[in-house]
């Protein structure tokens, strides 16, 4: 019983040293590129939305990218961001994957089809954690400001219910979050997240590169029951 309790110190032990030199690695030796806070920002009417003018980097996972907005706050390419239009051909409104977290605009759908069309003017307007609600009241706000937009196609996504359920509407047209009771866990949880996230950039690489190796796993299998059905 005694060599279990040692053991059992001894883990508990080696965790704190880990998480304590991981923090303090994060806090001040880390160099960030993870500059969400600086180009998300709230919106007095819709919410959120990105900033304009914004060039730098971002962190998804352990990839780094560059993003860039145009002077609309406009997710756009880095070679485009001067672009001072307000009457768009095409927009495109969604949420993150319209927005295309975790690559350059001219990867996403909407830069591809941008690339494929070069004499159609093309408004990204998708943001992360959008929902039907701010996609009507983005819209309509932007009109009313003077936008046009000869067409715009609307990505709505699984998670749009999920987030649809966190806004509200104040006065009319004003968007606010306010998560029911039911979503205060899911809240819990995600706040919890985003602190291991923000300070502890060595757990946080070890959990991406493991949940790496697992879908990689999960392909070959998947791959090899391919291989074998097509044998049979």
Known sequence: MSRIKTL???????????????FFYTKFIFVKTDNEKIYRISHNVFHHTLSSFYNGTELWG????????????????????????????????????????????????????????????VAN?????????????????????????????????????????????????IIYGAPPAGLRKFTVVRRLRTFMKENFRLFRTGYYFFQNISFEKVEQADEEVEQADEEV
Not at 8 to 22: E, K, P
Not at 89 to 110: C, K, P, Q, R, W
Not at 151 to 164: A, L
């Open 8 to 22: 059992v110190v001894q883990g508990l032990i080696t965790i704190s040293m880990f998480f304590s030199a991981d």
């Open 62 to 121: 352990d990839k780094i990218y560059d993003v860039c907005t145009d002077i609309n706050g406009f997710k756009s390419s880095c070679e485009d961001s001067n672009n001072e239009n307000k009457h768009f051909d095409i927009a495109f409104i969604g949420d993150s994957f319209t927005e295309a977290i975790g690559m350059e605009y001219n990867n996403s759908f909407v830069g591809m089809f941008a690339n494929d069309f070069p004499y159609t003017t």
């Open 125 to 173: 307007l998708g943001v992360s954690s959008y929902s039907p609600t701010i996609y009507y009241s983005k819209i309509k706000w932007l009109l009313e400001r003077g936008y046009k937009f000869d067409h715009i196609y609307v990505f709505v996504d699984i998670s749009d219910i999920q987030d649809e359920s966190v806004y509200g509407i104040y006065n009319g047209s």
